[in-house]
């Protein structure tokens, strides 16, 4: 660890940091990483860091844009993930529910070697997490749960459940949606609840994917089967909580069974290999990222539907941005004033919005049950195909 950037209280109190990071998960453990590279030091607090990856597959996966994974490969994570548990995407397929209405993006024609890369949750937490606890500006400090918060002039003050409080200039939130950071602090926040229930699981497919991103938009909601190393798929079904309850009430075998029949065979049958989990889905944005020593980065921030894939990389977005304008703060020593964190908030709100407005508009369109919903999102994606500038715009939003 550092002592040139830290102050010690002459009276013996703890000392200052110029940033505590609230959560260790991906875009905390980013966070740490980006805000030490810039040269700031960090103390991040976390319930634990993650375990090292096991040979079992993982049921959250996350397909990780090309912008997501230069910053990722930036903090030194990237090429620290084994080859073996990473799957390039070379192409999108996404189906109406009438015959005919398909949108294809492909890589070569987004001129990226790949639209995306599949990684599991814990392999590449596991990667970031070396990369914190061998950082010599990054203290961690697991487990530990701060219970209060108090915000001066000078610093931010968290108050731990059993440990020392950690005084800093600066408190960035990256602590998941249902943030204590954001709640304790009175961050109001804008929220819509999907009547959609996401279930995920793995399956071995047997028919080759072809490193194919595939999605279903469905009268029951959107069946996304996105690619992973060794013939697997991984699904993530965004249906009606009844639809959802049904899949989850499924033996693994017939599950397996409906999502093959569902996927209109598209990967041949289907083989069952990790256990169904679901979540309940929503949108919901902070009005604000930032107040005077607090920020907020990642889903503390933002939630968009999954629909997207676009959860982690809205994050990592943030810790990109906020990361740059800590660099080229120039003489401004203190990392915690206002106004230099509302250049962080300006740099990404319009993303931020944009992405909630787009997932929510999809996610609208495609469970309306009003008459000429089902023509309009077919002859959208039917449109949306014959238009090459449309669907390349589209594909570099997905890239970046
Ligand atoms: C079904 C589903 C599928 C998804 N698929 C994708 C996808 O394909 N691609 C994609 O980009 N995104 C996807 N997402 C979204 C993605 O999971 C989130 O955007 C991402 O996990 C956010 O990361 P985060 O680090 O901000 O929050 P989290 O992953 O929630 O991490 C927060 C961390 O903070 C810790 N924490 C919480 N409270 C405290 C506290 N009081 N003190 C200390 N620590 C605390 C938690 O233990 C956790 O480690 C999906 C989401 C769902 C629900």
Do not use: K
Request: with cysteine.
């Amino acid at each position: 660890m550092s002592t040139t950037e830290i102050s010690t209280d002459p009276n013996g109190g703890p000392a200052t940091r110029d940033i505590a990071v609230v959560g260790a998960g991906l875009v905390g453990l980013a966070a740490a990483l980006a805000f030490a590279e810039a040269g700031l030091d960090v103390v991040l607090l976390g319930a634990a860091m993650p375990p090292p990856p096991t040979d079992r597959l993982d049921n959250r996966i996350y397909a990780i844009s090309p912008g997501s994974a230069a910053l990722i490969d930036r903090l030194g994570a990237w090429g620290q993930l084994p080859p073996a548990r990473v799957q390039p995407v070379h192409g999108m397929a996404v189906f109406g529910d009438r015959p005919g209405a398909t949108l294809q993006f492909d890589a070569l024609e987004s001129g990226v070697p790949a639209l995306a890369h599949i990684v599991e949750s814990g392999v590449l937490s596991a990667a970031l997490a070396a990369r914190v606890a061998a950082h010599e500006r990054i203290e961690v400090r697991v487990p530990s749960r701060p219970v209060a918060l108090q915000v001066t002039d000078r610093e931010a003050v968290l108050r731990l459940e059993a440990d020392e409080p950690v005084v800093a200039r600066l408190v960035v939130g990256a602590d998941g949606a249902q943030s204590w950071v954001r709640q304790v602090a009175g961050f109001d926040v804008r929220t819509r609840s999907y009547p959609q229930t996401a279930v995920v699981a793995n399956f071995l497919a047997e028919l080759p994917h072809g490193g194919i991103a595939r999605q279903w938009f469905r009268d029951d909601g959107v069946l996304a089967l996105l690619p992973l190393p060794g013939g697997h798929v991984s699904m993530v079904w965004s249906a009606t909580p009844a639809v959802a309850e049904d899949l989850m009430d499924l033996p693994p075998e017939e599950l397996a069974i409906r999502v093959a029949a569902a996927a209109v065979g598209a990967l041949g049958a289907l083989t069952s290999v990790t256990p169904a989990s679901s979540f309940p889905l929503r949108a919901m944005a902070a009005d604000r990222f930032v107040m005077p020593r607090l920020a907020l980065v990642g889903d503390a921030a933002h939630n968009v539907h999954p629909l997207a894939g676009q959860g982690v990389n809205l994050g990592f977005r943030d810790v990109r941005e906020f990361a740059s304008v800590l660099e080229a703060r120039g003489g401004q020593r203190d990392c915690g004033v206002l106004p230099l964190l509302r250049r962080y908030e300006r740099a990404r709100r319009e993303d931020v919005r944009t992405m909630i407005a787009v997932t929510d508009g999809l996610q609208r369109l495609f469970s309306s049950r009003l008459p000429g919903a089902g023509w309009l999102r077919n002859a959208g994606l039917r449109l949306t195909a014959g238009l090459p500038m449309i669907r390349q715009g589209l594909a570099q939003h997905a890239l970046a």
